[in-house]
């Protein structure tokens, strides 16, 4: 067995992040070309067809081997590289007890006030005007995606917004990148570390707090039971409720259904909303602590 070549906890993250890009390059650019001839996207409309309805399916297929490429195959390549034991340390593990798997849960319902009432304050910031082009060819694509006509769309939206992104994100961000932080930092700055280039690398502005936040959350969780499982499916169960709720509402409200400026929360609510977090993390704390072997320190 050939032994890994070990690297400094930050020359692992750098690298991580450069094999991560190379893969998106890579798989994307496979995934255009496959594209293009099968979905007919002539080649003037290469840069832009993303924005355009009619091949909203090629966008849809390009964004499946994408995420492929950055969650699964790069960090295929960085176990493979540098990882001796990439189950243990990307802590793929059953918790213990198995009641945090429904705390992590409960804990998604109640940080919606909170999360909704941070995305509005997020709204008021003024951006600049290359970042609002940005967010504005961000909400075109998210609008398309969501637009789901059939049972079999919404499928395959809840494929591509909740299932991978839910599993993939989780692997990366708080399996390889928390866990490496926490190798060389204080548990708390390595989780807000990480929720803050988790919700970075979304490259939407105007959700950066509320994103950073539900981060820190899923950070919390993965850490203090030991295992990302819990988060994996916190975070699946999250986007699967946003898909969810603009698919039975979009008649209704339009694709407008999550806009924090159509939410109205009173100061009742957000108090609420952190006490219920907060309490829910500290019950996981508790329960991991007092009922598995877990103490929460980084397991090479």
Known sequence: MNKKLELSPL??????????????????????GIAMPIFGIPMNELTSFTKNPKYIHATRFVQFFTQIGWFFASLWLIARLYIEKPISYFDIRLPKPYAVWILGLAGILTIQVLVGWTA???????????????????????????????????????????????????????????KTFLRIANPHVAIWITAILFSAVHFQFMGFIPRMILGAYLGYL?????????????????????????????????MNADDPKNQKFTLWEIIMSVVLTAGTILMVWYLSNRFSDNKFVCKE
């Open 222 to 254: 993965a850490y203090y039971t030991g295992s990302i499982l819990p988060s994996m499916l916190a975070h699946t169960f999250n986007n699967g409720m946003q898909v969810l709720m603009v698919y039975f509402n979009q008649d209704i409200l339009g």
């Open 120 to 178: 509005q304050l997020n709204a008021k910031i003024p951006l600049p005007d290359n970042l609002i082009r940005i967010e504005k060819d961000a909400e075109v694509l998210t609008e398309l995606f969501l637009k789901s006509e059939t049972v079999w769309i919404l499928f395959i939206n809840l494929i591509i917004i909740a299932i991978i992104p839910g599993i993939g994100e989780e692997l990366f961000f708080r399996g390889f990148m928390q």
């Open 11 to 32: 020359i692992l993250i750098i690298a991580g992040i450069f094999i991560a890009i190379g893969m998106v390059i890579v798989f994307q650019s496979i995934a255009l």
